[in-house]
């Protein structure tokens, strides 16, 4: 290769032009990170007062004894936290979003621990809640070998239900199909985890089905 070639391989940059052009870069980059703080300054550090109960030991005074979601801020900090790099404008429909999703939650719940004796001692109360999005249940590993999709995430919410603490084990699912079938619904999988108490609880869930459509 001779030395011209090299010279027209290099396709050197006019200096006065090559530094125009990183100025102009580094201006944009600053302003880029100005607008991601501004937007981060404007989010809302109200929360919301869940229609969930808290156990005793939670309970204080600020939360009326239930438990409180977490405000844009707060949500937005910890995704940051998590590196999965949000966008702050989001944070106006995904907390929203998020504290419906958990409330549906709380009425599944409350619906499986109907004749259970709950509102003998003032009624059921949330003790905990953990994710657990990379540990996959038996449930939903069972379906996903029969073809069908994996959930997106899990969660472990454990109930007390007058001093007997009930684990119920939820997935989450998307693209399922809704009213309007274009699949951007969310499906929720709730039920009480496998244990002594929870088999008992899914068998008598399944002896009401069975015995209320009879009736029909």
Same mark, same amino acid.
């Given at each position: 290769?001779?030395?011209?070639?090299?010279?027209?391989?290099?396709?050197?940059v006019p200096k006065d032009v090559r530094d125009a052009w990183?100025?102009?870069?580094?201006? #944009?980059?600053? *302003?880029?990170?100005?607008?991601?703080? =501004?937007?981060?300054?404007?989010?809302?550090?109200?929360?919301?007062?869940?229609?969930?109960?808290?156990?005793?030991?939670?309970?204080? #005074?600020?939360?009326?004894?239930?438990? /409180?979601?977490?405000?844009?801020?707060?949500?937005? =900090?910890?995704?940051?936290?998590? *590196?999965?790099?949000?966008?702050?404008?989001?944070?106006?429909?995904?907390?929203? /979003?998020?504290?419906? /999703?958990?409330?549906?939650? !709380?009425?599944?719940?409350?619906? !499986?621990?109907?004749?259970?004796?709950?509102?003998?001692?003032?009624?059921?109360?949330?003790?905990?809640?953990?994710?657990?999005?990379?540990?996959?249940?038996?449930?939903?590993?069972?379906?996903?070998?029969?073809?069908? $999709?994996?959930?997106?995430?899990?969660?472990? !919410?454990?109930?007390?239900?007058?001093?007997?603490?009930?684990?119920?084990?939820?997935?989450?699912?998307?693209?399922?199909?809704?009213?309007?079938?274009?699949?951007?619904?969310?499906?929720?999988?709730?039920?009480?985890?496998? $244990?002594?108490?929870?088999?008992?609880?899914?068998?008598?869930?399944?002896?009401?089905?069975?015995? $209320?459509?009879?009736?029909?």
């Amino acid at each position: 290769m001779s030395e011209t070639e090299t010279e027209e391989l290099k396709c050197p940059v006019p200096k006065d032009v090559r530094d125009a052009w990183l100025k102009q870069n580094q201006q #944009e980059s600053s *302003n880029l990170a100005q607008s991601a703080r =501004d937007e981060e300054g404007t989010l809302s550090t109200d929360r919301m007062v869940s229609s969930i109960p808290k156990t005793a030991e939670h309970s204080d #005074e600020s939360s009326a004894e239930r438990w /409180v979601y977490p405000s844009p801020k707060m949500f937005y =900090d910890a995704m940051k936290r998590k *590196n999965f790099h949000p966008n702050a404008k989001d944070m106006q429909t995904i907390v929203p /979003v998020h504290n419906a /999703v958990n409330e549906q939650v !709380w009425k599944c719940i409350l619906h !499986w621990e109907k004749g259970w004796g709950a509102e003998k001692c003032g009624g059921l109360t949330l003790d905990k809640f953990e994710g657990n999005s990379e540990k996959i249940s038996p449930k939903a590993r069972f379906l996903s070998l029969l073809g069908f $999709t994996k959930p997106f995430d899990r969660h472990d !919410w454990t109930v007390d239900r007058c001093g007997k603490k009930i684990v119920y084990v939820i997935d989450f699912y998307k693209g399922y199909p809704g009213p309007s079938g274009d699949g951007s619904s969310l499906y929720l999988d709730v039920r009480p985890k496998l $244990t002594l108490e929870g088999i008992k609880m899914r068998l008598y869930h399944w002896w009401i089905n069975i015995t $209320t459509t009879h009736k029909k």
